[in-house]
């Protein structure tokens, strides 16, 4: 499973990657994608909303079902990634480049959510 | 304690994503995903474990009669080697299994029932089942594979095999193994259903797959049925829920002498709701339970849905008040507090255009 060093992740299975001066992008884990199948449908936030840690941020519908995907972090929404809406199983093929949402104004990146190193995260999943 | 069919190891080595289903361990889908098995089966051929699935053999001179008061379709008119569907209702005419008679001689029949029901269904039987009557369980030792694709009648190639839809022929050698060869499915496309020992199907999976057939699992098996229009025990049929609501009525014969669940039949032959096909406008996918509004009124709830993989949007089926059930007929589906826009379409969703039968047992 491929898990990049760079990113952080949390225990409900998506990555955070930290962009510098109080944002970062949010998406679904290789291993979501994985578990979930073929991604069909993805309802995603509009720029603007306010997300606090643990909040609804997405819908992830596969063939099989819909998943929700909640924010780690808590901030606003900057930008959204339009392209899944006309190709949602962008999310299977590349589950690191699919990023989901961009949160700004984040005062706290460590935030309420433990964010895992790559590491503790293949650990996780190992065991699963 | 899942329990693992014949093929378990077979569905683990193929990198299957094995599952808990109604007491069994099964593949919801294999490495390539359920759009690519689902499309297979459209296009090609694939081949599905199905051997969760229960047998009942019901032999004896009561046989016949005994069926005919535990089924609603009518079973006196059919001949050996042939397959009936059929619903089974209890006193109030709520649906206990929906299931497929197959007739070996007059007084010698098999009941395929689905697994969730099991139970169920043997101690109904078995508490109609008269001394002239021998009922067994041959679940435990009978697998059954699904080879179902505009390919598989040419897989298995060079084999006498049943030459019309719903029949069936027994001792047929496939691949070194003897088994039963039924022209039925649940995918809407042509093919058969093979019945045979636990300890042959390993080899006879085997032998499909090196001809060409694709594995696939439950995933596309639910997405193939949904497409095809066909009802799922539990979902689009329940206890609470008539043939007559589920829109089966040529599944119930009113004609033949009493079957249980008849009166009640009678009396709520007119239903106020139906079973309806919808397709969704725009993106989303209502899946079971998801109230259905027409001009701002409940009209009724989804029963199963998904995302169509052959027709390219999401479909879904829901039992609905009658005056609402006219083709074209716009609705609004509450999907978890989002409005997804609808319209009532005719079932099946997909029908198969090649072949000069139509196999789907939906009218």
């Known amino acids: ?128 | 304690m899942e329990r693992k069919t014949p093929l378990y190891h077979r569905h683990v080595a193929n990198n299957g994503k094995m599952v808990p289903f109604a007491g069994y361990l099964l593949p919801v889908q294999y490495g390539t995903g359920i759009i690519a098995e689902h499309m297979a089966v459209r296009t090609k051929a694939g081949l599905f474990d199905v051997s969760h699935m229960g047998e009942a053999e019901v032999k004896g001179p009561g046989a016949l009669d005994m069926l005919q008061s535990l089924c609603t379709n009518d079973l006196s008119v059919m001949a050996d080697g042939q397959v009936k569907y059929t619903l089974l209702c209890d006193e109030n005419g709520g649906v206990i299994d929906d299931v497929l008679v197959y007739r070996f001689a007059a007084d010698h029949y098999w009941v395929v029932l689905n697994a969730s029901n099991q139970d169920k269904d043997f101690s109904w039987m078995q508490t109609h089942c008269p001394g002239n009557v021998v009922l067994r369980n041959l679940s435990d030792a009978t697998a059954q594979l699904a080879l179902q694709g505009p390919l598989a009648m040419d897989i298995l190639g060079g084999q006498p095999l049943p030459a019309k839809n719903y029949t069936f022929m027994n001792e047929v050698t496939m691949a070194g193994v003897q088994c039963m060869v039924s022209r039925t499915g649940y995918t809407g496309e042509d093919g058969v259903e093979l019945y045979c020992a636990n300890k042959d199907a390993p080899m006879l999976w085997g032998a499909l797959l090196a001809q060409g057939a694709i594995p696939c699992g439950l995933g596309a098996r639910d997405t193939l049925r949904l497409e095809a229009g066909m009802p799922l025990y539990g979902h689009e049929l329940t206890m609470d829920i008539t043939p007559l609501e589920a829109g089966l009525k040529m599944f119930v014969k009113f004609d033949k002498p009493g079957f249980i669940g008849k009166e009640a039949l009678i009396e709520r032959s007119e239903p106020s709701r139906r079973r309806a096909g919808l397709r969704i406008h725009g993106r989303g996918i209502a899946r079971e339970g998801c109230p259905v509004y027409a001009k701002g009124n409940q009209i009724g709830h989804t029963t199963s849905g998904t995302h169509a993989p052959y027709l390219g949007y999401a479909i879904a089926m829901a039992l609905l008040d009658v005056s609402c059930i006219h083709i074209g007929t716009q609705v609004e589906i509450d999907v978890r507090g989002r409005w997804l826009a609808a319209e009532v379409v005719a079932l099946p969703f997909y029908k198969r255009v090649r072949g000069v039968d139509h196999s789907s047992p939906i009218p």
């Not at chain 1, 995907?69 to 690191?96: E, F, H, Q, R, T």
Request: glycine residues 8%; proline residues 3%.
């Open chain 1, 1 to 128: 499973m491929n898990i990049p060093q760079n990113l952080r992740y949390t225990k409900s299975h998506e990555w955070v990657q930290d962009l510098g001066d109080g944002k970062a992008r949010v998406g679904l884990t290789d291993h979501a994608q994985s578990e979930m199948g073929d991604i069909v449908f993805v309802t995603l936030p509009e720029v603007g909303d306010d997300v606090a840690v643990g909040e609804r941020l997405a819908d992830v519908e596969s063939v099989k079902a819909v998943s929700e995907v909640y924010s780690p972090l808590c901030g606003k929404i900057s930008a959204v990634n339009d392209a899944l809406a006309d190709d949602p199983a962008a999310i299977n093929n590349d589950a690191y480049g699919a990023w989901l949402a961009e949160i700004d104004d984040i005062d706290d990146m460590e935030g309420a959510v433990e964010l895992l190193s790559a590491d503790e995260y293949a650990e996780l999943t190992k065991e699963a």
